[in-house]
């Protein structure tokens, strides 16, 4: 029921930066938590970033911490990906996702609908 569209993706050489965008339709957008995972090819999805419905709370993935911000936009029903000091191993396709369950903790994250994801490559 809820379709959510990632865009931003694309090449960079390792050590710069890149924006994800992912934008959601239907309603009450502001009620859900959101997340950001990644896939590389031959290998699991992973978590990457959470936050929850207010974005007052965040919470990330030791291997991008300090490196990637997710945050949101609830009146564009719009979450992002701020990536930066990217490593070759950041390659692979980023998907959003929501948790439909009303604002749930961020820790428990369990999302319902994905997205069809956004490729990143990190030359390095």
């Known amino acids: 029921q809820v379709q959510l569209v990632e865009s931003g993706g694309g090449l960079v050489q390792a050590g710069g930066s890149l924006r994800l965008s992912c934008v959601a339709s239907?309603?009450?957008?502001?009620?859900?938590?959101m997340g950001w995972f990644r896939q590389a090819p031959g290998k699991e999805r992973e978590f990457l970033a959470g936050?929850?419905?207010?974005?007052?709370?965040?919470r990330y993935a030791d291997s991008v911490k300090g490196r990637f911000t997710i945050s949101r936009d609830n009146a564009k029903n719009t979450v992002f990906l701020q990536m930066n000091s990217l490593k070759p191993e950041d390659t692979g396709v980023y998907s959003c996702?929501?948790?439909?369950?009303?604002?749930?903790?961020?820790?428990?994250?369990?999302?319902?609908?994905w997205g069809q994801g956004t490729q990143v490559t990190v030359s390095s």
């Open positions: 239907g309603r009450n957008f502001r009620a859900y938590c």
């Open positions: 936050i929850s419905a207010s974005g007052g709370r965040t």
């Open positions: 996702a929501i948790d439909q369950a009303p604002y749930r903790a961020v820790e428990y994250l369990s999302p319902d609908y």
